[in-house]
């Protein structure tokens, strides 16, 4: 399972992957039937989740019922416990919608939540992250998750991420990092070969590698960052049922 994951990942193109996995992996779950850990997004429960990674497979990280991996289900239970998203009226903006959030999300705030990316079928909104298709203050919230490592100007989207937010809003805005975390955020336009980037920023398809001054750059953009360790806050019992990761951190800008 962990190979046709990895070559599925690897090989496949994303916007293809989203229209066809949901079956596939329905299929699976039957095979993994148990209770020993929950998704919060769907609440089913399985005695595992399934592997996934491009090159070495994380065990135990996509829920084969719903698709989402650690960071969707450590997103949920932020939003649910730390935000007002579940129980007042928001306008959202999601930003590349993962699939395991659109109904759901959709239920909650109806025509209010818009998705929108440049190229994904789930997408309602066809939109280049750059140059944002909305009048300044307009949404609430803004999700934007593993987004910004493949856009050509990080600080440009955040900016439109800025100016779209209503005062007061907030966005979470999650990226990957990839061992060892330099201090300084690393991008370089010239490299284009596919084994090389790949190499340098982690994958094929990034064009920057993030260092621990992430939060300087949310700030460049003109909102307020925060670094949430939200996830080290839950017992371990907990992290284990939810298959999270410990020391994941939640990035958060809100606009003032």
């Known amino acids: 399972m962990k190979k046709i994951i990895s070559w599925l990942i690897r090989h496949v193109p994303r916007k293809y992957l989203q229209r066809v996995s949901g079956v596939g992996l329905k299929v699976v779950s039957v095979f993994y039937a148990g209770s020993a850990v929950t998704c919060p997004v769907c609440s089913k429960s399985f005695k595992k989740f399934l ?116 005062p007061g809003g907030f966005a979470i805005m999650q990226i990957p990092f990839f061992n060892p975390i330099p201090d300084v955020t690393f991008e370089d336009a010239t490299i284009t070969d596919k084994r090389e980037r790949e190499k340098i920023f982690g994958q094929d398809d990034h064009v920057r590698k993030y260092g621990h001054d992430y939060t300087q750059r949310i700030a460049r953009a003109g909102l307020t960052p925060l670094a949430d360790e939200f996830v080290n806050t839950l017992d371990e019992t907990v992290r284990q049922k939810f298959g999270l990761v410990k020391g994941e951190t939640i990035y958060v800008g809100f606009k003032k």
């Open 51 to 166: 592997p996934y990674g491009r090159i070495n497979p994380r065990p135990n990280a996509l829920c084969p019922s719903c698709l989402s991996l650690e960071r969707h289900r450590l997103i949920w239970l932020y939003l649910n416990e730390k935000t007002t998203f579940f129980t007042a009226p928001h306008h959202v903006l999601h930003i590349a919608p993962e699939a395991c959030f659109i109904k759901r999300f959709e239920n909650v705030h109806g025509d209010r939540y818009i998705t929108a990316d440049i190229e994904s079928p789930l997408a309602k909104v066809k939109m280049d992250i750059h140059a944002i298709p909305f009048p300044e203050n307009t949404f609430t919230a803004v999700l934007c998750n593993h987004v910004l490592e493949h856009v050509a100007d990080d600080i440009k989207a955040m900016s439109e991420i800025h100016r779209v937010l209503k």
